[in-house]
């Protein structure tokens, strides 16, 4: 089956910590992004990739990295610097990059800093 | 700038009553509009979206929207809501630029009554 995949599910991070987040994608879609979903505040862009080993900033990159070495791969690191890093992440990806059409979601990771 | 408003941030119906939900957007020329529903925890799924053509666009699950280009409306509607469609919705304009970027509303979250 095609789809995107996240993962883990629910992650819990100390304090000071990175932690990385997948997010692998096998419909062969060229675009990909990162949002941070906060209760009441919707869907907020974090990163946003339309080709490989390229990559741009979204509203609230600060705190965050990507990479997008494959095709089918966007991680997403959360560093120290982010300051409030419990949130729900979604991964979503799109067929053609420089384009406005559906984007296709993964089922999240749920991040908790402890 | 851009920007979508969904102004009912929670909504309560009684199964089999009709609903409606709004969603407003600001853009300049004719908008690339989505709307997507998402249970907990979960990613989100494409309900139905409007590029251009008739604007009563159809979608999955009995929805459908009606894009008001004078009232910068895209309201989505079902005759007669079901427990199972109670979930949080999003609405979203695609933003301008070859960036395939999408700007989402807060949302409203929706509980059915039985």
């Known amino acids: 089956d095609g789809g995107i995949t996240q993962s883990p599910k629910y992650l819990f991070r100390k304090e000071g910590q990175n932690v990385t987040l997948s997010c692998e994608q096998n419909?062969?879609?060229?675009?990909m992004y990162w949002y941070r979903q906060d209760p009441g505040q919707g869907l907020r862009l974090i990163y946003y990739?339309?080709?490989?080993?390229?990559?741009q900033k979204g509203d609230i990159a600060e705190g965050y990295s990507v990479s997008r070495e494959k095709k089918e791969s966007f991680p997403l690191t959360v560093t120290s610097a982010q300051k409030n890093p419990t949130a729900f992440y979604l991964c979503?990806?799109?067929?053609?990059?420089?384009?406005?059409?559906?984007?296709?979601f993964g089922p999240g990771t749920r991040l908790t800093v402890l | 700038a851009q920007s979508v408003t969904q102004p009912d941030i929670h909504i309560t119906v009684s199964e089999g009553a009709s609903l409606e939900l709004r969603c407003n957007y600001s853009?300049?020329?004719?908008?690339?509009l989505f709307w997507y529903v998402q249970s907990p925890g979960q990613g989100l799924q494409l309900l139905l979206k409007?590029?251009?053509?008739?604007?009563l666009v159809q979608g999955i699950k009995g929805f459908e929207a009606e894009f008001k280009r004078s009232q910068s409306s895209f309201n989505l509607r079902k005759p007669s809501v079901h427990w199972s469609d109670a979930a949080e919705y999003f609405c979203?304009?695609?933003?301008?630029?070859?960036?395939?970027?999408?700007?989402f509303g807060q949302g409203t979250t929706l509980q059915v009554k039985p």
């Open positions: 979503a990806s799109s067929i053609f990059a420089g384009s406005t059409d559906t984007q296709y």
């Open positions: 419909l062969n879609h060229d675009a």
């Open positions: 990739s339309q080709i490989v080993n390229d990559f």
């Open positions: 853009y300049g020329a004719t908008p690339y």
């Open positions: 409007y590029f251009s053509g008739d604007t």
């Open positions: 979203a304009v695609g933003a301008t630029g070859n960036t395939g970027k999408l700007i």
